[in-house]
């Protein structure tokens, strides 16, 4: 039953053999934006492979948990209740959760960009029409986001991290800035890097886990892994799951 649950990968890294601290288990998320459903069954997934393995377990959410799927409200209900029950878990900022806390602050550039990137998707998972959603103009729209999307739910995401570090592993949503020290790195580029990082061949001060840039399969390179295999178009949310020198996948392929 449990081959069907996960597949394992095993192989060095350029630290020799990254490792997790003993005694802890780390599984992290790719971007889920918004597909609820998706997550439901991921996290299902991550609950019967930790029972298995002695449970005590950490979640990390890599970022973009809302935009371009059809439930961005739902996500963020499951996200708070989660962290609320079960404890150890901890979200990294995306990039549309940086556009999204902008359009909060009431920048009518911030919401135009928002709707193009994926928000429309959100602002309609809130308690809003479509024909009320059509009749606003864009500052409009932006003076009536906080009337629809509650406070509970922009304090959760301003408390979004920019990284977090564990043993010989970073988690970052984009990436990091190649050459530049874990600690000095700027939120724009963990929360929007893209080319500069993935072009770059050099060893960095940990293996680091991103999401942010699509790919069919999981990305495993000397210097990175990037998990985000476009769930809210290929049905696929997937997960990497870390415990001492091991690493494996979970995913809702199969589903």
Known sequence: MLKNLFRKKTRK????????P???RVYAIGDVHGRKDLLQILLKKIAEDDT????????IFLGDLIDRG??????????MQLQSERGNVRFLMGNH?????????????ATRFFTRIGGKETILSYEISMKEYMELDNEALTARLPEIIPQSHVDFVRNFED?????????VHAGIRP???????????????REDFLSAGQLHEKMIIYGHTINEEVVEADNR?????????????TAIALEGRDRWYLDTRDT
């Not at 298995?52 to 377990?57: E, K, L, N, V």
């Not at 059809?70 to 996200?79: F, I, K, N, R």
């Not at 990284?163 to 988690?171: E, H, L, M, R, S």
């Open 179 to 193: 050459d530049v020290p874990l600690a000095e790195q700027k939120p724009k580029d963990l929360h929007w890097i």
């Open 52 to 59: 298995a393995r002695g449970g005590q377990s950490e979640i």
């Open 163 to 171: 990284q977090i570090v564990i043993g010989d592993y970073a988690f």
């Open 97 to 109: 959760e940086e556009v999204f806390l902008a359009c909060m602050k009431g920048s009518d550039r």
């Open 13 to 20: 890294t350029f630290l020799g053999e990254a490792m997790i």
């Open 70 to 79: 059809p439930d961005s409200c739902g996500v963020v209900d499951m996200a």
């Open 225 to 237: 892994i990037g998990i985000d295999t476009g769930a809210y178009y290929t049905e696929n949310l």
């Open 22 to 24: 003993e005694g802890r």
